[in-house]
């Protein structure tokens, strides 16, 4: 009895010190054949995607991008090689959506296609949520939940016939929600349209991974957007709900934009992001989840995993010390 414990023991403090190394080296552990793969990268004008979309190509992937724009589409491929194909999609446009998954079923085949990326977003409008209108709600919608919704559902055949992989971009602010408007409603919708994805996938050979950056310096966090159009949202409002707030308001809002956006995100190398996404595509074993930058990591994921009236407590903490600081300034002029 005491030879078996004694067995039993050591085997199980083997198991718990070697796992973690195990864990590593499977994680990796580099898919074969990358030549022959096919990966389509939404929203590639600028940013993580197009980014992204250079790195992969560069990696020996077939990559197709798709831009918003011919110019997007150009510079694109002045930046990469004869291999990269660019195609125009609009994600809230049927036929634009039609003509992608066309071009995609001649050039992948009967191997279908390796890797999905959905990268393709907007931000604004973001602001006060009363200060919101449905059709606000439904800009950011149509194109960070829906239309990402749309071409998946639509290349997911494809997707299964290669046993590939489907990479959807999320954002910390699917886990904490830290301004109204649709952006972080939007990225909530990823997180769980991801979650039961890769629990249907599964039999299927098929894994899905969710990238959660912090806030890096992209199009999406150009705070001289989101500011323009806080102040389109703030004049249309009537004046009886301006007064309720009073001007303080907006410009105690616009700083804690300044500093959530672009104090908080030093971030101009997002090779951390589009790592993440690379891993997901070429790991035997890719993750679940990226959380993607030194803020995600250390602040918003752990923040999200807190009791609820601690997270609520943390953001107005930080609200309240902006608010001090942007007063303390106004003092000083």
Same mark, same amino acid.
């Given at each position: 009895?005491?030879?078996?414990?004694?067995?039993?023991?050591?085997?199980?403090?083997?198991?718990?010190?070697?796992?973690?190394?195990?864990?590593?080296?499977?994680?990796?552990?580099?898919?074969?054949?990358?030549?022959?793969?096919?990966?389509?990268?939404?929203?590639?004008?600028?940013?993580?995607?197009?980014?992204?979309?250079?790195?992969?190509?560069?990696?020996?992937?077939?990559?197709?991008?798709?831009?918003?724009?011919?110019?997007?589409?150009?510079?694109?491929?002045?930046?990469?090689?004869?291999?990269?194909?660019?195609?125009?999609?609009?994600?809230?446009?049927?036929?634009?959506?039609?003509?992608?998954?066309?071009?995609?079923?001649?050039?992948?085949?009967?191997?279908?296609?390796?890797?999905?990326?959905?990268?393709?977003?907007?931000?604004?409008?973001?602001?006060?949520?009363?200060?919101?209108?449905?059709?606000?709600?439904?800009?950011?919608?149509?194109?960070?939940?829906?239309?990402?919704?749309?071409?998946?559902?639509?290349?997911?055949?494809?997707?299964?016939?290669?046993?590939?992989?489907?990479?959807?971009?999320? *954002?910390?602010?699917? &886990?904490?929600?830290?301004?109204? %408007?649709?952006? /972080?409603?939007?990225? #909530?919708?990823?997180? +769980?349209?991801?979650?039961?994805?890769?629990?249907?996938?599964?039999?299927?050979?098929?894994?899905?991974?969710?990238?959660?950056?912090?806030?890096?310096?992209?199009?999406?966090?150009?705070?001289?957007?989101?500011?323009?159009?806080?102040?389109?949202?703030?004049?249309?409002?009537?004046?009886?709900?301006?007064?309720?707030?009073?001007?303080?308001?907006?410009?105690?809002?616009?700083?804690?934009?300044?500093?959530?956006?672009?104090?908080?995100?030093?971030?101009?190398?997002?090779?951390?992001?589009?790592?993440?996404?690379?891993?997901?595509?070429? *790991?035997?074993?890719? &993750?679940?989840?990226?959380?993607? %930058?030194?803020? /995600?990591?250390?602040? #918003?994921?752990?923040? +999200?995993?807190?009791?609820?009236?601690?997270?609520?407590?943390?953001?107005?903490?930080?609200?309240?010390?902006?608010?001090?600081?942007?007063?303390?300034?106004?003092?000083?002029?």
């Amino acid at each position: 009895m005491v030879l078996y414990y004694s067995i039993y023991t050591n085997s199980f403090v083997t198991n718990i010190v070697a796992t973690p190394h195990c864990y590593g080296r499977a994680l990796k552990r580099k898919i074969d054949g990358v030549r022959d793969k096919c990966v389509l990268v939404t929203g590639c004008d600028s940013g993580f995607g197009n980014h992204v979309a250079r790195q992969l190509d560069r990696r020996g992937f077939q990559v197709i991008a798709t831009c918003m724009t011919e110019k997007g589409c150009s510079d694109l491929e002045a930046a990469a090689s004869p291999n990269l194909r660019t195609v125009l999609l609009n994600l809230t446009d049927g036929a634009s959506l039609d003509r992608v998954v066309e071009l995609v079923r001649s050039v992948t085949g009967a191997r279908g296609l390796w890797g999905l990326v959905n990268n393709a977003g907007r931000s604004i409008p973001i602001g006060p949520t009363e200060w919101m209108q449905v059709e606000d709600f439904k800009k950011v919608l149509d194109v960070n939940l829906i239309g990402m919704i749309d071409i998946t559902l639509r290349l997911l055949p494809l997707v299964k016939r290669a046993r590939g992989r489907i990479v959807n971009v999320a *954002s910390v602010m699917g &886990r904490v929600a830290l301004t109204g %408007g649709g952006y /972080a409603l939007s990225k #909530w919708g990823v997180e +769980s349209f991801s979650d039961s994805l890769r629990r249907d996938m599964r039999a299927f050979g098929v894994k899905v991974s969710v990238i959660e950056p912090g806030f890096f310096k992209t199009a999406v966090t150009n705070v001289d957007l989101i500011e323009a159009d806080l102040l389109r949202l703030w004049n249309r409002l009537p004046q009886d709900i301006k007064d309720s707030y009073g001007d303080k308001y907006l410009e105690n809002y616009k700083a804690e934009i300044m500093v959530t956006h672009q104090k908080s995100s030093p971030f101009k190398d997002i090779s951390k992001v589009t790592w993440c996404m690379e891993h997901a595509l070429t *790991s035997r074993y890719p &993750r679940t989840r990226y959380g993607a %930058g030194w803020d /995600a990591k250390l602040v #918003w994921l752990p923040l +999200s995993y807190c009791p609820t009236f601690i997270t609520d407590f943390v953001i107005l903490l930080l609200k309240v010390c902006i608010w001090k600081a942007t007063t303390a300034q106004e003092h000083m002029m």
